[in-house]
């Protein structure tokens, strides 16, 4: 199974500044069509996770400009820029190159 | 609107069985597939597996193999997970959320499950 490492914040992060996730994978997610394929998701307190952000780097429909993916092969960025206290919640990646798709452990995001 | 609407919590005695359902709605049911996620208290998300919406054929994460099945009533847009002879640590929640060329966008609510003597 491919292993899902993500990193942690410095929490808590001040409300306004950028704060960036890390993770990365035992192997690397990039499919025969090019396509790497890492999903971001935040799940805020007592919610169900929300998709931020799918094949590394393409927002998902109506997620604010504020969060970008990048990264490629086997190490990935979450950038939040000018965090604002609704991010407030736990980040998961996920890779979905090949089952059994995995999730991360969770990098806590709290604001100041 | 796209909407996953899950039963409701559970209450359960070890060796008992449970069935959750996930009724979806605002979309064509089997354009997309249907994934099922574990989430023990205070832990991270689990991946159990999912189904094929249109040939009903489920895929098992190995820790998912034996107690855990994954079904559909199609014609009422609902999938179901049904796990049988209920262990402690099958206490969590249950989520369903839909996919479709790897976005896994919609989730539902999720669905406390509690197993307690």
């Known amino acids: 199974d491919i292993v899902m490492t993500q990193g942690a914040l410095p929490n808590p992060v001040p409300s306004g500044e950028s704060a960036s996730i890390t993770c990365r994978s035992s192997k690397s997610l990039v499919y025969k069509d090019g396509k790497t394929y890492l999903n971001w998701f935040l799940q805020r307190p007592g919610q169900s996770p929300q998709l931020l952000t799918y094949w590394t780097s393409t927002r998902a429909s109506g997620v604010s400009e504020r969060f970008s993916g990048s990264g490629s092969g086997t190490y990935f960025t979450l950038k939040i820029s000018r965090v604002r206290a609704e991010d407030a919640g736990v980040y998961y990646c996920?890779?979905?190159?090949?089952?059994?798709?995995?999730f991360g452990a969770g990098t806590k995001l709290e604001l100041k | 609107q796209i909407q996953l609407v899950q039963s409701g919590p559970e209450l359960k005695k070890p060796g008992e069985s449970v069935k959750i359902s996930c009724k979806a709605s605002g979309y064509t049911f089997t354009d997309y597939a249907m994934h099922w996620v574990k989430q023990a208290p205070g832990k991270g998300l689990k991946w159990m597996g999912w189904?094929?919406?249109?040939?009903?054929?489920?895929t098992y994460a190995d820790d998912f193999k034996g107690r855990f099945v994954f079904s559909l009533e199609a014609s009422a847009s609902t999938a179901n997970l049904q796990i049988s002879n209920l262990k402690n640590e099958d206490t969590a929640t249950y989520f369903c959320a839909r996919e479709i060329t790897t976005r896994v966008d919609y989730w539902g609510q999720g669905v406390m499950v509690t197993v307690s003597s």
């Open positions: 189904i094929n919406t249109y040939t009903g054929k489920p």
């Open positions: 996920q890779q979905v190159r090949e089952y059994p798709y995995t």
